[in-house]
């Protein structure tokens, strides 16, 4: 290490000022548009109309709220409600289900444990959109149609969580198990109690994750939900702007209304969030 | 794909696996036979039902001609298939037209979506106070749904009301652009909200793949007097290279499936020179009842990527010899 000049210190603050107007400047393209987003649902029709626009709401107008909270032609609230209901219960199906096939996968010695785990990574590399078509088939023969399951269940099957489980419970030192088998506990009891409670980090990114991608799901709810009272968020905001057409003010709260609860999730679990994607990308 | 599995699979197991692996499992006898098929039974049940099943369906489907109004769904051999290709079809041209707009997004975007993150990741891998922050605020965008992303970018880039317009025009720009409307700007438009919307996405990956790389390589590269650019070329693109192809794969993948986007924002126009493979597969199969033909489309969708994802090995092979 050698001893900073005063001309190296120099160009350090210089680097730091550059580096801190980098940041704060992509900052601002990265938040301006949300900010947007919440400044016009807070204006009126006139306001939001207006020629040059104003960057505050003035005056701050729960037009927009009250609109898609009290029109029964578009029960955004009962939206909300289902997208909350689909979102909860899809990520604790995939929480059950592939923490115990992850556990199979990852701990216990079977016949055609390598056959059934290579057929599941195997799908992971097969584009969900492909199977659109013959999915909607499925779900159609099982009556599953404009019902709570169909947003719930089929996405339920992933083939993610399971590999991205078994990675972690390869990672838990086998001894724990070992003692745990000593004192007389069996496979059950190793997993409900050593297991699960050691991966409780992989397990509440998984559960993030997974409700995440539910919530935000659009391509799949709009074709096979259609009763207004049945929808989710995402195909209830398209049906909300082809209503609205430009009325701003209403369809931005009904955005900021689908925003929030992921929002408020993001800077909750933002550790989680960020490490689970980091380790979805370098382990598959 | 696989390779970057085994390299996190390697990764993972390596140091402790090769004291315990022999151990593994070796309690499952006190429990029964049954005990790992139980395990796996919820599990394999929807990934049966929704994972497998669709995919044989798919197949099957594909060699019918399976209209939803009709009683019968007659075998039809390769017909859907070749409607494809042969150019006096009646869905060749839309067909066609939807892979070039698919085509087009992917060309235009990933490069820009492999490039802008690992700058912002470069920017966030140093240390400074704030890191955390700035790494959440480039992240968020992508927390939210595609259905938000639509409704949000297509209010600002309106022609009249948008900020979009408002902005270049303080600045002293047109202040009229088409941005959803007209071409070259819809195409600009459906990229640059996509690089906003997931940029913070792979930024992460990049990170992680950075943190990674041992820092003495650094220390030795700069000893050798290596410069700034030197050491990138050298030591962070080397390092980066099972996370570069991943990164490259994913994205690849995530574009070619584009739909939401244009969708929403400039809902396909003009003409349908923006509606993609996805929307003109869901198009046919659930609004036109074309479900066989759609999942012959579906199917030569996913050779066409399975392809391109080979090619992208290939290539990333072939540079590092």
Redesign the interface.
Known sequence: MTTPTPTTRHSALTG?VV??A??VA??L??????A??VI?SLKTYTA??Q???SWLPNPVAGYGYEQILNNSANPVLRWFLNSMVAATLHSL?VL???S??A???A????RG?GV?FA???G?????P??????????VDQLSWIDTLAVVV?????S?FG?FFLR?FF??L??EL??AA?LDGA???Q??FRVVLPLSKPALATLAVLSF?TN?????WPI?VLFSPEKLT???G??L??GSYV?D?PV??A??VL??VP??I???LA?RH??QG???S???? | MADVIEVGAARDDAPPSAAKAPRRGATAGRTGRATPYLFLAPYLILFGVFGLLPIILGVWLSVHQWDFQLPNRPFVGLDNYKQLFSSDSAVFGDWWQSVRATAIFTLLSVPLLVVVPLGLALLLNRSFPGRTFFRAVYFAPYVLGVAVIGLLWRFLLDANLGLVNRLLGVVGLPSDTPWVTNMPWAWISLVGVTVWWTSGFNAVIYLAGLQDISPELYEAARMDGASAWQRFRNVTLPGLRPVLLFVITTTVLASANMFGQSFLITQGTPGTETRTVVWFIVEEGLRNNNAGRAAAMSLVFALMLVVVSIANFRLFRYKED
């Open positions: 730091r580096l801190y980098t940041l992509l900052a393209i990265f938040l301006v548009p949300l947007w987003m016009t939001a109309q020629i040059p626009p199906l059950v289900t592939a115990m096939a556990y199979a996968l701990r216990l010695r079977f444990r059934t057929l599941i990574v799908t992971l590399f097969i584009p959109t492909s199977l659109i078509i013959p999915n909607f088939l499925i269940v089929p996405g339920a099957a083939a399971v990675q390869l990672s030192p086998n198990e070992e088998t069996n496979q059950w190793i997993f995440l919530w935000n799901d659009f391509l074709f968020l995402p195909p905001l398209g909300l702007q430009t701003y369809i931005m009904g955005a689908a925003s992921v929002l999730l993001f800077v933002q969030i960020i994607v980091s380790r990308g370098l382990k598959g």
